[in-house]
């Protein structure tokens, strides 16, 4: 094995494994990866909600219309589902985010792209750490939530 290569595996054996991005479709607004993912880390720990791990599904609105209908009996296009598959305190959880939805919703809010993505990654880790936005008076906590977030991320 070439020292390059051996370097290379122990260069991906330091990086977090708990929080990961997997592509079904073009993310190539997605940038920063790395600082992402540590502060999507950083979110469960201000929320005092131990992190296992989260995959981050980014795919199309078909895709997602097959799993909303599947899993949750739903017959719309939405944005973003989020599945809490944690099995005791520590938090582990699959987010699956529509890019169409993303663009569209970025069209209709008139937010750039980026901010509407992050937007939804926040919002999909929140569901995660337990929070819910079935009643306006949830909705209104993950959203103020998700603007902290937002605020804190964006700040440079």
Not at 29 to 41: Q, S, V, Y
Not at 99 to 123: C, G, Q, T, W, Y
Request: aromatic letters at 10%; one cysteine or more.
């Amino acid at each position: 094995m070439s020292q390059e290569l051996t370097l290379r595996f122990l260069e991906m054996a330091q990086r977090s494994p708990k929080v990961q991005f997997h592509s079904l479709i073009n993310t190539s607004i997605l940038r920063n990866r790395e600082d992402l993912k540590a502060f999507i880390e950083k979110i469960f720990r201000l929320e005092g909600k131990p992190l296992r791990s989260m995959q981050f599904i980014f795919c199309s609105d078909s895709y997602l219309l097959k799993i909303n209908r599947e899993f949750l009996s739903r017959d719309y296009l939405t944005d973003v589902i989020s599945f809490d598959l944690s099995s005791d305190s520590n938090a582990e959880g699959e987010v699956y985010i529509s890019m169409d939805r993303i663009r569209a919703n970025a069209s209709l809010f008139k937010r750039p792209i980026v901010e509407e993505l992050h937007r939804v990654i926040f919002h999909g880790a929140l569901h995660v750490c337990g929070y819910d936005d079935s009643s306006k008076k949830q909705k209104a906590k993950m959203t103020g939530l998700e603007d902290l977030y937002l605020s804190k991320y964006f700040k440079n």
